[in-house]
């Protein structure tokens, strides 16, 4: 047998079980009550026997709010949908059900205790007809944060509201339907602790107004109720003349309790009822209960607000970096509610009057928790105005993560204050749970002079990673990148560093053009909540184009001579070996435009110097001799 089924077979002979003792009590309920006697469990009327969806289809899961939770603490959930019934029970996939408070039709609140194990869990709802429905993975048990720097004792900080006791209404209603002034009434209130602590030596009070108690001074001791607990219990009141021509008759409800440090709350409650309309004389008031008393009614019909999901902005929080808080608020009740107030943090209805009662339409913000995070730009109140039934709307706070916030998981407690079109005060108390992660400060830069690089060439790249941060961290692998070149041993294993430890990359590369290179450094680490992640950076650097290479000096020949710009040495003609000069090379190509021939000097023929005066026939003339027409030379 697994545990749902095991879960199963627990709630539903109990179910069972409540069912016959009230067939068995229900002819003691029809007697005649007497006006001094103290009602108790035995002279309750019976509980109307819940009905259930004719139509199996009917049944379904929307969502599951908050959609993760730490293990480590009782969490409660709010599970949304339709089809649900008094009797419904919430199931964790392979774990087991979970405590369930039946809300409406639409809205369940179940209880996820300490201990379930970490993992991801489908959310199913369990009819006591059997109907079904399952939403897959809805949601995430994690453990909490790893082990961080040890803090400085200090001394223990009082009960923060977050995890103070919260009562609240849960559902409440009347033996008759409708009020009729003078009657003799029995009312039944059940309300639950909402918070996250224990509420001890609980008292409720019915302060006269519209109703005056009939017995035990209108006071009810209920003892301690654990965190998501909640108690049902009886006053029988009686219905004042003053109720003649009014449309709506008001029970004022206050309840006190204490922590286990012996710190004080109240928590104050309006309930309103309809009043029978009065025609003619008015209808006659009764001393007594009539003969057949009416079954309680079912929940009254209320608006449910509810944070139907959230984001931050960044996504990802760290301490003392300021956030957007965006939350999907829906009404999810079947009733309208009117002048809507946002509480982030947790507040209370009322400001307060003398005697403690909250004064109407008014709130109060100021008792909320902000150990680990603060309103910045505005109040943490906000003026939503009014939601029809089945609306919803998106609402941002702005916040800061404080400095000295630890990474973990932390809840966040909103309230919302609001009434419906009777009048009547509602306040519902919700978590959601935000992430502080701790990134890691790191520097990525040049542990000397940025190198000078050239295109086409390879050359260094001296890099570095520093914990710039003051606590140690351990790193994955240091890499860099670049488009437009090509990079060898650019990725390193770092390691442990403590503060102000460095670790060197020598990478080397190769660009592939002159300009500005982007370097994309980067290093990988895992973090607060066991994931990969990852730090980037990018530096540029300036690429040169490269140099063209030129000889020094000119270039030799085999026989030591430079060689002309043809790029050959001079060769031996078959002068003699002599070599010809450019004078030589000048005249043979006039001597060729005469017709007197441009071959090369021969052996035998004279070989003339550059620059000497030539005659007639060609033959060499001493310098500076005057030559005659006959190609003589004269004295």
Known sequence: MNKTQHSLRRVLPAALLALLLALALYPAAGRAQDATATPTATTAPAEATPTTPTDNGNLSINSVQPGTVVNTGDTEIVVTGTGFVNGSVVVLSNWGGLETTYVSRQVLRANVPTGVPAGSYDVQVVNPDAATAVLRGALAVVPPAGPTDTPEPSPTPAPTDFIRPLLVVQSYGASAPQITPGQNLDFEMTIVNAGQAAAANVLATFVSGDFVPRATGGVRAL?????????????????????????????????????????????????????????????????????????????????????????????????????????????????????????????????????????????????????????????????????????????????????????????????????????????????????????????????????????????????QLVNSGRTSAVFGNFSVTAENADLLNNAIFVGALEPGGFFPLDAMITPFEPGPLDLQLSVTYTDDFNRPAIVTDTLTIEVLEAAPVEPEGPVLGPDGLPIDDGGEAPVDDGSGGSQESLGQRIWRFIRGLLGLGSEPASGDQPTFDEGAPIDGSGGAIEEGVPIDGSGESVP
């Open 223 to 463: 003892g301690t109720l654990a965190p998501g607990q909640p108690i049902r219990f009886w006053q029988p009141l009686f219905a004042t003349d003053e109720l003649r021509g009014k449309d709506q008759a008001v029970l004022k409800v206050t309840t006190t309790y204490t922590d286990i440090n012996g710190q004080s709350y109240e928590s104050s409650f309006e309930l309103s009822f309809p009043v029978v309309p009065q025609a003619g004389g008015g209808a006659a008031a009764t001393a007594t209960p009539t003969a057949t008393p009416t079954g309680t009614p079912g929940p009254r019909l209320r608006p449910q607000l509810l944070v139907t999901g959230y984001t931050t902005d960044p996504e990802q929080l760290q301490p003392g970096v300021p956030f957007a808080l965006t939350m999907n608020v829906s009404n999810e009740g079947e009733a309208n509610a009117r002048n809507v107030t946002l509480i982030v943090g947790g507040g209370s209805a009322g400001s307060g009057s003398v005697d403690g009662t909250p004064e109407a339409g008014g709130v109060s913000g100021a008792g909320g928790s902000f150990t680990e995070f603060a309103p910045i730009g505005s109040s943490n109140v906000s003026r939503l105005g009014n939601l029809r039934a089945g609306d919803g709307l998106d609402v941002t706070q702005q916040l800061i993560v404080n400095t000295t916030t630890k990474p973990g998981a932390y809840p966040v407690k909103v309230s919302f204050v609001y009434t419906d079109d009777t009048g009547a005060s509602f306040t519902d108390d919700q978590v959601i749970t935000l992430l502080v992660f701790q990134q890691p400060q790191v520097e990525m830069n040049f542990y000397t002079t940025a190198p000078t690089l050239f295109a086409g060439e390879t050359g260094g790249l001296p890099l």
